[in-house]
Protein backbone atom coordinates (compact mmCIF):
# COMPACT_ATOMS: atom_id res chain seq x y z
CA UNK A 1 0.00 0.00 0.00
CA UNK A 2 0.78 3.74 -0.45
CA UNK A 3 3.02 4.84 2.08
CA UNK A 4 -0.07 7.26 4.30
CA UNK A 5 0.71 10.70 5.34
CA UNK A 6 0.34 11.37 8.85
CA UNK A 7 -2.88 12.77 9.95
CA UNK A 8 -4.88 14.78 12.88
CA UNK A 9 -7.00 13.37 15.10
CA UNK A 10 -6.77 9.64 16.71
CA UNK A 11 -8.64 8.02 13.84
CA UNK A 12 -6.72 8.92 10.68
CA UNK A 13 -3.58 8.73 12.47
CA UNK A 14 -4.33 5.14 14.17
CA UNK A 15 -5.07 4.43 10.48
CA UNK A 16 -1.90 5.86 9.36
CA UNK A 17 0.09 3.84 11.43
CA UNK A 18 -1.71 0.69 11.34
CA UNK A 19 -1.79 0.73 7.69
CA UNK A 20 2.14 0.32 7.59
CA UNK A 21 1.94 -1.85 10.19
CA UNK A 22 -0.65 -4.02 8.36
CA UNK A 23 2.69 -4.25 5.49
CA UNK A 24 4.05 -6.68 7.23
CA UNK A 25 1.88 -7.91 10.29
CA UNK A 26 3.29 -5.28 11.24
CA UNK A 27 5.38 -8.40 10.19
CA UNK A 28 3.57 -10.00 7.29
CA UNK A 29 1.43 -9.35 4.06
CA UNK A 30 1.90 -6.49 1.36
CA UNK A 31 3.73 -3.04 1.18
CA UNK A 32 0.79 -2.87 -1.85
CA UNK A 33 -2.67 -3.94 -0.15
CA UNK A 34 -4.16 -6.76 -2.56
CA UNK A 35 -7.58 -6.42 -4.07
CA UNK A 36 -9.46 -8.48 -1.82
CA UNK A 37 -10.84 -11.73 -3.48
CA UNK A 38 -14.19 -12.69 -4.23
CA UNK A 39 -16.08 -15.46 -5.19
CA UNK A 40 -15.53 -15.19 -9.01
CA UNK A 41 -11.63 -14.84 -8.09
CA UNK A 42 -9.51 -17.20 -10.53
CA UNK A 43 -8.93 -21.14 -10.04
CA UNK A 44 -5.95 -22.26 -8.66
CA UNK A 45 -4.42 -24.69 -10.65
CA UNK A 46 -5.42 -28.66 -8.66
CA UNK A 47 -2.38 -30.07 -7.41
CA UNK A 48 -0.39 -33.54 -8.26
CA UNK A 49 -2.83 -36.21 -7.02
CA UNK A 50 -0.52 -37.39 -4.65
CA UNK A 51 -1.34 -39.11 -1.63
CA UNK A 52 -3.01 -36.50 1.21
CA UNK A 53 -3.61 -33.76 -1.82
CA UNK A 54 -6.75 -32.11 -1.20
CA UNK A 55 -8.59 -29.74 -4.17
CA UNK A 56 -11.02 -27.34 -1.69
CA UNK A 57 -13.94 -27.03 -4.19
CA UNK A 58 -14.53 -23.85 -2.00
CA UNK A 59 -13.96 -19.86 -2.80
CA UNK A 60 -13.26 -18.30 -0.07
CA UNK A 61 -13.92 -14.00 -0.25
CA UNK A 62 -12.00 -11.59 1.76
CA UNK A 63 -14.47 -8.92 1.35
CA UNK A 64 -15.95 -7.42 4.10
CA UNK A 65 -19.43 -8.47 3.87
CA UNK A 66 -19.07 -12.09 2.65
CA UNK A 67 -19.43 -15.40 4.51
CA UNK A 68 -19.50 -19.57 4.18
CA UNK A 69 -22.87 -20.65 4.36
CA UNK A 70 -21.86 -24.46 4.19
CA UNK A 71 -17.77 -24.37 5.84
CA UNK A 72 -15.28 -27.79 5.62
CA UNK A 73 -12.84 -28.74 7.94
CA UNK A 74 -10.81 -31.08 5.04
CA UNK A 75 -7.38 -30.60 4.54
CA UNK A 76 -4.24 -32.05 2.83
CA UNK A 77 -2.29 -34.16 4.74
CA UNK A 78 1.48 -34.63 3.44
CA UNK A 79 4.11 -36.76 4.77
CA UNK A 80 7.80 -34.27 4.49
CA UNK A 81 11.13 -34.25 5.31
CA UNK A 82 13.89 -31.79 5.70
CA UNK A 83 17.35 -32.27 5.75
CA UNK A 84 18.98 -30.77 9.44
CA UNK A 85 22.35 -30.90 10.07
CA UNK A 86 22.80 -33.19 7.51
CA UNK A 87 20.16 -36.08 8.84
CA UNK A 88 16.56 -36.01 7.53
CA UNK A 89 13.90 -35.27 9.77
CA UNK A 90 10.30 -36.29 9.32
CA UNK A 91 7.28 -34.21 9.47
CA UNK A 92 3.68 -34.18 8.53
CA UNK A 93 1.87 -30.95 6.72
CA UNK A 94 -1.80 -30.66 7.43
CA UNK A 95 -2.99 -27.52 5.31
CA UNK A 96 -6.39 -27.02 5.72
CA UNK A 97 -9.51 -25.63 7.59
CA UNK A 98 -10.90 -25.65 11.16
CA UNK A 99 -14.26 -24.39 12.14
CA UNK A 100 -14.19 -21.96 15.15
CA UNK A 101 -17.36 -22.34 17.65
CA UNK A 102 -18.49 -19.46 19.52
CA UNK A 103 -18.42 -19.90 23.30
CA UNK A 104 -21.20 -17.82 23.81
CA UNK A 105 -23.71 -19.50 21.37
CA UNK A 106 -22.01 -22.79 20.74
CA UNK A 107 -22.77 -21.93 16.83
CA UNK A 108 -20.07 -21.98 14.28
CA UNK A 109 -18.67 -18.75 13.79
CA UNK A 110 -15.72 -19.01 11.47
CA UNK A 111 -13.69 -21.10 9.20
CA UNK A 112 -9.72 -20.40 10.01
CA UNK A 113 -7.33 -21.71 7.22
CA UNK A 114 -3.97 -22.85 9.04
CA UNK A 115 -0.84 -24.86 8.09
CA UNK A 116 0.31 -27.16 11.05
CA UNK A 117 3.70 -29.00 10.79
CA UNK A 118 3.61 -32.00 13.56
CA UNK A 119 6.07 -34.50 14.19
CA UNK A 120 4.25 -38.06 14.10
CA UNK A 121 6.51 -39.81 16.44
CA UNK A 122 6.36 -37.36 18.92
CA UNK A 123 4.33 -37.77 22.45
CA UNK A 124 2.02 -34.89 21.83
CA UNK A 125 1.05 -34.79 25.45
CA UNK A 126 4.64 -33.71 26.08
CA UNK A 127 5.18 -31.73 22.86
CA UNK A 128 4.56 -27.92 22.85
CA UNK A 129 2.31 -26.60 20.11
CA UNK A 130 2.79 -23.33 18.76
CA UNK A 131 0.17 -21.13 17.19
CA UNK A 132 1.75 -18.69 14.60
CA UNK A 133 -0.10 -15.35 13.49
CA UNK A 134 1.12 -11.62 12.12
CA UNK A 135 -0.84 -9.17 12.43
CA UNK A 136 -2.09 -5.65 10.78
CA UNK A 137 -4.73 -6.01 11.33
CA UNK A 138 -5.24 -7.31 7.75
CA UNK A 139 -2.22 -9.50 7.63
CA UNK A 140 -1.97 -13.32 6.71
CA UNK A 141 0.87 -15.40 8.43
CA UNK A 142 2.70 -15.30 5.12
CA UNK A 143 6.14 -13.25 6.60
CA UNK A 144 6.26 -15.85 9.69
CA UNK A 145 5.78 -19.01 7.56
CA UNK A 146 8.27 -18.51 5.02
CA UNK A 147 10.22 -16.23 7.12
CA UNK A 148 10.65 -17.31 10.62
CA UNK A 149 10.86 -20.93 11.81
CA UNK A 150 8.84 -23.16 9.72
CA UNK A 151 10.76 -25.95 7.50
CA UNK A 152 10.73 -24.04 4.60
CA UNK A 153 12.33 -21.01 4.21
CA UNK A 154 12.41 -17.62 1.43
CA UNK A 155 15.77 -16.68 1.20
CA UNK A 156 16.34 -13.06 1.86
CA UNK A 157 19.11 -10.40 1.43
CA UNK A 158 17.99 -8.19 4.19
CA UNK A 159 20.00 -5.70 4.95
CA UNK A 160 20.96 -5.19 1.22
CA UNK A 161 18.29 -3.17 -0.77
CA UNK A 162 17.86 -5.78 -3.67
CA UNK A 163 14.83 -6.80 -4.76
CA UNK A 164 14.68 -10.56 -3.28
CA UNK A 165 14.24 -13.73 -5.80
CA UNK A 166 11.99 -15.64 -4.64
CA UNK A 167 13.72 -19.11 -3.61
CA UNK A 168 12.27 -21.50 -0.83
CA UNK A 169 15.04 -23.40 0.71
CA UNK A 170 15.11 -26.07 3.88
CA UNK A 171 15.32 -23.79 7.19
CA UNK A 172 18.16 -24.93 9.49
CA UNK A 173 16.72 -22.80 11.89
CA UNK A 174 13.11 -24.33 12.21
CA UNK A 175 11.82 -24.87 15.32
CA UNK A 176 9.81 -28.40 14.47
CA UNK A 177 12.41 -30.23 16.39
CA UNK A 178 11.32 -28.11 19.79
CA UNK A 179 7.44 -27.98 18.99
CA UNK A 180 4.68 -28.87 16.45
CA UNK A 181 4.35 -25.60 14.76
CA UNK A 182 0.86 -23.91 13.54
CA UNK A 183 0.84 -20.56 11.02
CA UNK A 184 -2.88 -19.72 10.75
CA UNK A 185 -4.75 -16.59 9.35
CA UNK A 186 -6.87 -14.07 10.29
CA UNK A 187 -10.31 -13.94 9.14
CA UNK A 188 -10.55 -11.92 5.84
CA UNK A 189 -7.00 -13.18 5.36
CA UNK A 190 -5.74 -15.99 3.16
CA UNK A 191 -8.33 -18.86 2.92
CA UNK A 192 -10.40 -17.69 6.52
CA UNK A 193 -13.48 -16.61 6.61
CA UNK A 194 -16.90 -15.71 8.38
CA UNK A 195 -19.13 -18.14 8.56
CA UNK A 196 -23.37 -16.53 8.26
CA UNK A 197 -24.67 -15.64 9.90
CA UNK A 198 -21.19 -13.52 10.48
CA UNK A 199 -19.76 -11.94 7.77
CA UNK A 200 -15.79 -10.97 7.60
CA UNK A 201 -16.15 -7.80 9.47
CA UNK A 202 -17.67 -9.31 12.43
CA UNK A 203 -14.48 -9.72 13.50
CA UNK A 204 -12.72 -7.06 12.58
CA UNK A 205 -12.13 -5.67 15.55
CA UNK A 206 -9.87 -6.03 18.94
CA UNK A 207 -11.85 -7.94 20.91
CA UNK A 208 -13.48 -10.13 18.26
CA UNK A 209 -10.67 -10.89 16.49
CA UNK A 210 -9.54 -12.03 19.53
CA UNK A 211 -12.29 -14.13 21.09
CA UNK A 212 -12.44 -15.50 17.02
CA UNK A 213 -8.75 -16.89 17.71
CA UNK A 214 -9.49 -18.44 21.14
CA UNK A 215 -12.09 -20.27 19.16
CA UNK A 216 -9.34 -21.40 16.87
CA UNK A 217 -7.04 -22.64 19.55
CA UNK A 218 -9.88 -24.20 21.38
CA UNK A 219 -10.65 -26.09 18.49
CA UNK A 220 -7.55 -27.32 16.90
CA UNK A 221 -6.68 -28.92 20.69
CA UNK A 222 -9.77 -30.34 20.57
CA UNK A 223 -9.16 -32.34 17.02
CA UNK A 224 -5.73 -33.51 17.59
CA UNK A 225 -6.28 -34.33 20.95
CA UNK A 226 -3.66 -31.80 22.46
CA UNK A 227 -5.13 -30.76 25.64
CA UNK A 228 -2.01 -31.90 27.77
CA UNK A 229 0.59 -30.54 25.53
CA UNK A 230 2.03 -27.30 26.23
CA UNK A 231 0.60 -23.97 24.71
CA UNK A 232 2.89 -21.43 23.27
CA UNK A 233 1.21 -18.10 21.75
CA UNK A 234 3.61 -16.50 18.60
CA UNK A 235 2.17 -13.05 17.69
CA UNK A 236 3.79 -10.56 15.57
CA UNK A 237 3.35 -6.31 15.51
CA UNK A 238 -0.32 -6.02 15.72
CA UNK A 239 -0.04 -10.01 16.44
CA UNK A 240 1.31 -9.15 20.24
CA UNK A 241 -1.95 -7.12 21.39
CA UNK A 242 -3.87 -10.14 19.97
CA UNK A 243 -2.11 -12.64 22.40
CA UNK A 244 -2.42 -10.60 24.95
CA UNK A 245 -6.19 -10.17 24.57
CA UNK A 246 -6.07 -13.91 23.44
CA UNK A 247 -3.77 -15.03 26.05
CA UNK A 248 -6.53 -13.65 28.68
CA UNK A 249 -9.23 -15.44 27.01
CA UNK A 250 -7.82 -18.47 27.12
CA UNK A 251 -6.95 -18.85 30.46
CA UNK A 252 -10.72 -17.74 31.67
CA UNK A 253 -11.88 -20.43 29.37
CA UNK A 254 -9.53 -23.01 31.36
CA UNK A 255 -7.15 -23.39 28.47
CA UNK A 256 -3.78 -23.05 30.39
CA UNK A 257 -1.29 -21.08 27.80
CA UNK A 258 2.67 -22.14 28.75
CA UNK A 259 4.40 -18.84 26.91
CA UNK A 260 3.94 -16.32 24.84
CA UNK A 261 6.37 -15.02 21.97
CA UNK A 262 5.96 -11.21 21.49
CA UNK A 263 7.70 -10.20 18.16
CA UNK A 264 8.00 -6.86 17.75
CA UNK A 265 5.72 -5.43 20.20
CA UNK A 266 3.07 -2.70 20.53
CA UNK A 267 1.15 -4.01 23.45
CA UNK A 268 -0.29 -0.20 23.82
CA UNK A 269 -1.24 1.71 21.22
CA UNK A 270 -1.21 4.85 23.29
CA UNK A 271 2.37 5.18 24.16
CA UNK A 272 3.87 4.97 20.34
CA UNK A 273 4.19 7.99 19.12
CA UNK A 274 4.26 6.78 15.71
CA UNK A 275 0.63 5.77 16.25
CA UNK A 276 -0.24 9.36 17.61
CA UNK A 277 1.03 12.97 16.55
CA UNK A 278 4.82 13.80 17.72
CA UNK A 279 3.67 16.74 20.36
CA UNK A 280 0.60 14.75 21.60
CA UNK A 281 2.97 12.53 23.38
CA UNK A 282 6.69 11.81 24.15
CA UNK A 283 8.78 10.15 21.52
CA UNK A 284 11.06 8.67 24.28
CA UNK A 285 10.84 5.22 23.07
CA UNK A 286 12.12 5.67 19.84
CA UNK A 287 15.43 7.67 20.75
CA UNK A 288 17.66 4.58 21.08
CA UNK A 289 16.49 2.99 17.91
CA UNK A 290 17.38 6.84 16.46
CA UNK A 291 20.61 6.41 17.82
CA UNK A 292 21.31 2.71 16.94
CA UNK A 293 20.36 3.50 13.52
CA UNK A 294 22.42 6.86 13.29
CA UNK A 295 25.41 4.93 13.93
CA UNK A 296 24.82 2.03 11.70
CA UNK A 297 24.90 4.85 8.97
CA UNK A 298 28.50 6.03 10.80
CA UNK A 299 26.52 9.66 11.55
CA UNK A 300 26.97 9.13 14.96
CA UNK A 301 29.76 11.35 17.02
CA UNK A 302 31.42 9.48 18.38
CA UNK A 303 31.35 6.11 16.58
CA UNK A 304 30.29 3.55 19.36
CA UNK A 305 33.05 1.07 19.95
CA UNK A 306 30.91 -1.00 21.95
CA UNK A 307 27.33 -1.22 20.56
CA UNK A 308 25.42 -2.54 23.73
CA UNK A 309 27.25 0.09 26.21
CA UNK A 310 26.22 2.28 23.55
CA UNK A 311 22.18 1.37 23.20
CA UNK A 312 22.75 1.45 27.22
CA UNK A 313 23.65 4.70 27.01
CA UNK A 314 20.77 5.76 24.85
CA UNK A 315 18.37 4.35 27.35
CA UNK A 316 19.55 6.13 30.10
CA UNK A 317 19.48 9.31 28.18
CA UNK A 318 16.14 8.90 26.48
CA UNK A 319 14.92 7.69 30.59
CA UNK A 320 16.82 10.50 32.35
CA UNK A 321 17.70 13.72 30.49
CA UNK A 322 15.28 13.44 27.55
CA UNK A 323 11.82 12.69 29.61
CA UNK A 324 12.60 15.71 31.51
CA UNK A 325 12.82 17.83 29.01
CA UNK A 326 10.22 16.55 26.54
CA UNK A 327 7.68 16.54 29.27
CA UNK A 328 8.56 20.54 30.05
CA UNK A 329 8.13 20.69 26.06
CA UNK A 330 5.01 18.84 26.16
CA UNK A 331 3.58 20.64 29.36
CA UNK A 332 4.42 24.21 28.34
CA UNK A 333 6.48 24.34 24.98
CA UNK A 334 9.46 25.21 26.81
CA UNK A 335 12.84 25.36 24.97
CA UNK A 336 14.73 22.37 25.51
CA UNK A 337 18.32 22.77 27.03
CA UNK A 338 20.99 23.13 24.47
CA UNK A 339 22.77 20.06 26.43
CA UNK A 340 19.56 17.89 25.63
CA UNK A 341 19.83 19.23 21.99
CA UNK A 342 23.79 18.43 21.74
CA UNK A 343 23.31 14.93 22.74
CA UNK A 344 20.75 14.05 20.36
CA UNK A 345 22.87 15.79 17.88
CA UNK A 346 26.01 13.60 18.66
CA UNK A 347 23.45 10.44 18.86
CA UNK A 348 22.14 10.98 15.38
CA UNK A 349 24.26 13.52 13.46
CA UNK A 350 21.00 15.80 12.30
CA UNK A 351 21.47 19.46 13.05
CA UNK A 352 20.58 21.14 16.29
CA UNK A 353 17.98 23.06 14.28
CA UNK A 354 16.74 20.12 13.35
CA UNK A 355 16.29 18.68 16.59
CA UNK A 356 15.08 22.80 17.79
CA UNK A 357 12.09 22.44 15.74
CA UNK A 358 11.41 18.56 16.00
CA UNK A 359 12.31 18.04 19.30
CA UNK A 360 9.51 15.40 19.81
CA UNK A 361 10.44 13.31 16.97
CA UNK A 362 8.20 10.56 15.27
CA UNK A 363 9.72 8.55 13.40
CA UNK A 364 8.08 9.14 9.73
CA UNK A 365 10.28 12.35 9.68
CA UNK A 366 13.37 10.55 11.04
CA UNK A 367 12.80 7.88 8.35
CA UNK A 368 12.71 10.72 5.55
CA UNK A 369 15.48 13.06 7.28
CA UNK A 370 18.01 10.39 8.77
CA UNK A 371 20.04 10.01 5.91
CA UNK A 372 20.71 12.70 3.62
CA UNK A 373 19.17 11.93 0.35
CA UNK A 374 17.59 8.91 1.30
CA UNK A 375 14.69 6.85 2.54
CA UNK A 376 15.38 4.57 5.32
CA UNK A 377 12.92 1.64 5.98
CA UNK A 378 10.19 1.51 8.63
CA UNK A 379 10.31 -1.82 9.33
CA UNK A 380 14.53 -2.30 9.10
CA UNK A 381 16.16 1.38 9.12
CA UNK A 382 19.49 -0.19 7.58
CA UNK A 383 17.58 -0.73 4.41
CA UNK A 384 17.58 2.40 2.55
CA UNK A 385 17.26 3.72 -1.26
CA UNK A 386 18.00 7.44 -2.78
CA UNK A 387 14.71 9.69 -2.63
CA UNK A 388 12.85 9.09 -6.00
CA UNK A 389 13.84 6.23 -6.62
CA UNK A 390 11.80 2.93 -7.50
CA UNK A 391 13.07 1.35 -4.10
CA UNK A 392 11.18 4.11 -1.99
CA UNK A 393 7.62 4.23 -4.45
CA UNK A 394 5.50 2.43 -1.79
CA UNK A 395 6.92 4.49 1.15
CA UNK A 396 9.14 1.46 2.88
CA UNK A 397 12.39 0.16 0.81
CA UNK A 398 12.84 -2.60 3.86
CA UNK A 399 9.14 -3.76 2.61
CA UNK A 400 9.61 -2.85 -1.35
CA UNK A 401 12.57 -5.61 -1.05
CA UNK A 402 10.87 -8.31 -0.06
CA UNK A 403 7.27 -8.08 -0.47
CA UNK A 404 6.63 -9.61 -4.02
CA UNK A 405 8.95 -12.56 -3.25
CA UNK A 406 6.80 -13.02 -0.45
CA UNK A 407 3.24 -13.33 -1.86
CA UNK A 408 4.31 -15.16 -5.00
CA UNK A 409 5.66 -17.47 -2.73
CA UNK A 410 2.76 -18.49 -0.15
CA UNK A 411 0.47 -19.31 -3.48
CA UNK A 412 3.29 -21.26 -5.13
CA UNK A 413 4.68 -23.28 -2.07
CA UNK A 414 0.63 -24.19 -1.31
CA UNK A 415 -0.32 -25.48 -4.27
CA UNK A 416 2.95 -27.20 -5.27
CA UNK A 417 4.81 -28.16 -1.79
CA UNK A 418 1.37 -28.75 0.31
CA UNK A 419 -0.46 -29.95 -2.43
CA UNK A 420 -4.07 -27.84 -1.10
CA UNK A 421 -5.07 -25.67 -4.11
CA UNK A 422 -8.04 -23.35 -3.99
CA UNK A 423 -10.69 -21.95 -6.08
CA UNK A 424 -9.77 -18.01 -4.85
CA UNK A 425 -6.64 -16.21 -4.43
CA UNK A 426 -4.76 -16.26 -1.35
CA UNK A 427 -4.58 -12.86 0.52
CA UNK A 428 -1.72 -12.47 2.23
CA UNK A 429 -2.79 -8.56 2.95
CA UNK A 430 -6.51 -6.94 3.68
CA UNK A 431 -6.54 -3.51 3.25
CA UNK A 432 -9.15 -3.15 6.51
CA UNK A 433 -7.56 -0.98 8.90
CA UNK A 434 -9.67 1.91 8.01
CA UNK A 435 -12.64 -0.57 9.10
CA UNK A 436 -10.95 -2.03 12.49
CA UNK A 437 -12.62 -1.17 15.83
CA UNK A 438 -9.40 -0.44 17.62
CA UNK A 439 -11.36 0.29 21.07
CA UNK A 440 -10.63 -1.84 23.84
CA UNK A 441 -11.44 -1.91 27.40
CA UNK A 442 -12.91 1.25 27.43
CA UNK A 443 -10.37 3.10 25.02
CA UNK A 444 -10.51 4.09 21.95
CA UNK A 445 -7.00 2.48 21.28
CA UNK A 446 -5.78 -0.61 22.85
CA UNK A 447 -3.66 -0.90 25.79
CA UNK A 448 -3.32 -4.69 26.59
CA UNK A 449 -0.52 -4.61 28.99
CA UNK A 450 -3.51 -4.88 31.45
CA UNK A 451 -4.36 -8.14 29.58
CA UNK A 452 -1.30 -9.46 29.86
CA UNK A 453 -1.31 -8.92 33.90
CA UNK A 454 -4.73 -10.52 34.00
CA UNK A 455 -3.46 -13.32 31.79
CA UNK A 456 -0.41 -13.84 34.43
CA UNK A 457 -2.35 -13.90 37.16
CA UNK A 458 -4.27 -16.26 36.26
CA UNK A 459 -1.47 -18.39 35.42
CA UNK A 460 1.41 -17.43 37.42
CA UNK A 461 3.98 -19.70 35.23
CA UNK A 462 3.26 -18.57 31.82
CA UNK A 463 6.56 -17.26 30.60
CA UNK A 464 7.18 -14.36 28.24
CA UNK A 465 9.74 -13.80 25.82
CA UNK A 466 10.14 -10.23 23.73
CA UNK A 467 11.89 -10.33 20.98
CA UNK A 468 13.35 -7.15 19.34
CA UNK A 469 15.19 -5.45 16.59
CA UNK A 470 17.31 -2.58 16.91
CA UNK A 471 16.26 -1.19 14.01
CA UNK A 472 12.68 -1.05 14.03
CA UNK A 473 11.36 2.13 13.53
CA UNK A 474 7.57 0.66 13.55
CA UNK A 475 7.69 -1.01 16.93
CA UNK A 476 10.74 0.34 18.76
CA UNK A 477 12.36 -1.94 21.51
CA UNK A 478 12.54 0.88 24.09
CA UNK A 479 8.78 1.60 23.72
CA UNK A 480 8.28 -2.70 24.45
CA UNK A 481 10.82 -2.22 27.25
CA UNK A 482 8.34 0.59 28.71
CA UNK A 483 5.03 -0.86 28.19
CA UNK A 484 6.26 -4.03 29.66
CA UNK A 485 7.94 -2.14 32.48
CA UNK A 486 4.26 -1.54 34.34
CA UNK A 487 3.99 -5.29 34.57
CA UNK A 488 6.57 -5.21 37.38
CA UNK A 489 10.14 -7.22 37.35
CA UNK A 490 9.35 -10.71 36.95
CA UNK A 491 11.62 -13.25 35.60
CA UNK A 492 9.24 -14.86 33.81
CA UNK A 493 9.45 -11.95 31.56
CA UNK A 494 12.89 -12.25 29.26
CA UNK A 495 13.54 -10.05 26.46
CA UNK A 496 16.15 -10.56 23.57
CA UNK A 497 17.53 -8.21 20.95
CA UNK A 498 18.88 -8.45 17.69
CA UNK A 499 20.56 -6.08 15.00
CA UNK A 500 17.94 -6.69 12.74
CA UNK A 501 14.28 -4.59 12.10
CA UNK A 502 10.63 -5.65 13.05
CA UNK A 503 11.13 -9.23 11.55
CA UNK A 504 14.44 -9.55 12.73
CA UNK A 505 14.48 -13.40 11.46
CA UNK A 506 14.60 -11.80 7.83
CA UNK A 507 18.60 -11.26 8.96
CA UNK A 508 20.16 -14.54 8.68
CA UNK A 509 22.86 -14.04 11.14
CA UNK A 510 19.77 -12.27 13.80
CA UNK A 511 17.68 -15.42 12.93
CA UNK A 512 20.42 -17.65 13.92
CA UNK A 513 20.75 -15.83 17.08
CA UNK A 514 17.44 -15.89 17.44
CA UNK A 515 16.55 -19.82 17.06
CA UNK A 516 19.09 -20.25 19.69
CA UNK A 517 16.76 -18.04 22.08
CA UNK A 518 13.81 -19.48 21.15
CA UNK A 519 15.01 -23.09 21.70
CA UNK A 520 16.25 -22.26 25.06
CA UNK A 521 13.06 -20.60 25.87
CA UNK A 522 11.13 -23.16 24.31
CA UNK A 523 13.39 -26.16 26.67
CA UNK A 524 12.50 -23.75 29.37
CA UNK A 525 8.99 -24.08 28.92
CA UNK A 526 9.10 -27.54 28.87
CA UNK A 527 11.00 -27.88 31.95
CA UNK A 528 8.46 -25.94 33.95
CA UNK A 529 5.65 -27.78 32.77
Avoid at 248 to 262: D, F, K, S, Y
Avoid at 293 to 300: D, E, G, P, R, V
Amino acid sequence: MAYPTKLHGWRPAIIACAALLAACGGGGGSSVAETPSGPSAPLTPAPPAVPGSYDDTLAYSSLANASLSAPNENAAVIASHIQLGGQQFNYTATTGHLTATDVRTGKASASFFYVAYTVPSADAAKRPVTFFYNGGPGSASTYLHLGSFGPRRLVSTIPNAVIVTPQLVDNQETLLAQSDLVFVDAIGTGYSQAIAPNTNQTFWGVDADAAAFRDFVQRYIAVNKREASPKILFGESYGTPRTAVLANLLETAGVPVAALVLQSSIMDYNSNCGVLDPGAISCEGYIPTYAATSAYYQLSTPLPSDFSAYVQQTRSFAAGDYRNAISAYLATRVAPPAGVIAQLVNYTGMPALTWQQNFDMGPNYYQRNAVPGKLVGRYDARVSAANGSALTADGDPSLTVINSAFVSSIASYLAGELHYSARSSYVSNNDIVDRWNFSHDGRQLPDTIPDLAAAMTLNPKMKILAVNGYHDLATPFHQTELDLARLGVNPQIVLKYYASGHMTYLDDTARRAQQTDLINFFNSVTVAQ
